[in-house]
Nanobody, 127 residues
Framework: QLQLVESGGGLVQPGGSLRLSCAASGFTLDGNAIGWFRQAPGKEREGVSCISSSDGRAYYKDSVKGRFTISRDTSKNTVYLHMNSLKPEDTAVYYC????????????????????WGQGTQVTVSS
């Protein structure tokens, strides 16, 4: 059974940091594009970052560039989203998703491309 499980969300003050994890089971992340998406209350889900697990190439949404870093640990079959300098507008449920086209991350980050999704983890940035 293909499964993605996110963890690491929580409540953090503005300016703080969190590291989200996306652990895969039932398949290997190698050869897949892995995307991080988020959905804030009342808003549509949006792409935040993605990484090609075959060559490590990454993409970031403009508003998170310089603050978020996506990385992968192939030995743990896990992708991470390191989030620094968090802002209240980063508050959302964060989801990871996988697609078997590793080049996809170099072209676009559309949620409709991804078929395998995790259950999401809540990130709340508030003082």
């Amino acid at each position: 059974q293909l499964q993605l499980v996110e963890s690491g969300g929580g409540l953090v003050q503005p300016g703080g940091s969190l590291r989200l994890s996306c652990a895969a089971s039932g398949f290997t992340l190698d050869g897949n594009a892995i995307g991080w998406f988020r959905q804030a209350p009342g808003k549509e889900r949006e792409g935040v970052s993605c990484i090609s697990s075959s060559d490590g190439r990454a993409y970031y949404k403009d508003s998170v560039k310089g603050r978020f870093t996506i990385s992968r640990d192939t030995s743990k079959n896990t992708v991470y989203l390191h989030m620094n300098s968090l802002k209240p507008e980063d508050t959302a449920v964060y989801y990871c998703a996988a697609d078997p086209r590793p080049w996809l991350c170099s072209v676009r980050l559309y949620q409709t491309d991804y078929n395998h999704w995790g259950q999401g983890t809540q990130v709340t940035v508030s003082s």
